[in-house]
């Protein structure tokens, strides 16, 4: 079953109740967010199971603890925005598996051969990706195949970063802004999508016994999700042909978020995406490829399940 994204954006009491996340809506007519059947109702509930994420922004929404202890449970990621509206913190479980411990000495233990060879697969899928949403945007993306093809164990030469310098010069060259995190245009829609999917990453990786924090090449000691990270960059061009695409659709890209895009780029948890000619949600493939990273850590497997465009 697919895992729902639930966001809120005014002020409300979030509580548990017979296994079911409770809402209580003071200004419910005024959430666009939610369908009508909800507006008609001061107080709705969703089972906790069919959660995957939850987005909290607005100031005045309270969460009890059993609530938070129950998504915890379920392994639901909570996302908290900031005034700016876009996302500062996440919050995950501690372990959600019954062989952590196993597993996270597997994880712990991984040698740098290893962890290169795997930064190396990482690294080329996610640079084959980047040239294949330049051809579906009517780009050229032969030049970035030809980089990806030039990767080797570890990435020594930043192939990388020398096909992201090409990807988002041409990218954002219609937009007359460069990559960042303030520089407006396309930006406050790649990172609120980005955000969205380094939650899903990361808490794939807790369901599957992994540590977040400790990466197969980041290494931040300010970053509590360094593996997510990692693992998110091949799914990272999925977002961006999202985004792109549903930027070319509208007649001025705003300066902030609306109601309207945020609830489109709510969708990319459920993006259609291929792992091994196998079709499957984004959150469900999330899910594949961090289950074979696991495989990788125990010595069963070389090779990490990615998403091909």
Request: proline content about 5%; hydrophobic content about 40%; aromatic content about 6%.
């Amino acid at each position: 079953m697919i895992k729902r994204t639930l966001s809120f954006s005014n002020p409300a009491y979030l509580s548990l109740s017979q296994e079911q996340l409770v809402i209580k809506l003071p200004e419910v007519e005024k959430n666009t967010e939610l369908p009508e059947v909800v507006k008609a109702k001061s107080t709705v509930s969703v089972p906790i199971e069919d959660i995957g994420i939850v987005i909290i922004d607005h100031k005045q929404i309270t969460l009890t603890s059993g609530l938070i202890e129950k998504l915890h449970a379920n392994n639901v990621a909570i996302i908290y925005c900031g005034s700016n509206h876009l996302p500062t913190g996440l919050s995950l479980a501690l372990e959600n598996n019954h062989t952590y411990t196993e597993k996270l000495r597997y994880q712990l233990n991984a040698s740098e051969p290893l962890k290169k060879q795997l930064w190396k697969q990482t690294i080329e899928c996610k640079i084959t990706n980047q040239a294949k949403v330049l051809d579906k945007l009517g780009y050229n993306g032969k030049p970035l195949l030809k980089m990806a093809e030039k990767v080797t164990s570890g990435d020594a030469e930043n192939m990388e970063g020398q096909a992201a310098a090409k990807y988002w010069e041409i990218l954002l060259k219609p937009h007359q802004v460069t990559r960042g995190q303030e520089e407006g245009g396309p930006n406050i829609f790649l990172n609120y999508g980005y955000a969205i999917l380094r939650a899903v990453i990361a808490r794939n990786l807790v369901g599957s016994g992994c540590l977040p924090a400790v990466g197969i090449h980041h290494r931040n000691k300010y970053n509590a999700f360094c593996l997510a990270d990692d693992i998110m960059e091949p799914y990272r061009p999925l977002v961006d042909e999202a985004v792109f695409t549903y930027l070319s659709q509208i007649e001025i890209i705003p300066d902030f978020l609306r109601q309207e895009d945020k609830k489109q780029l709510l969708q990319i948890p459920v993006i259609d995406v291929k792992i091994e000619s196998k079709m499957s949600p984004l959150l469900v493939a999330a899910q594949r490829t961090t289950a074979s990273l696991v495989k990788c850590y125990e010595g069963t497997s070389r090779k990490i399940l990615y998403p091909v465009i």
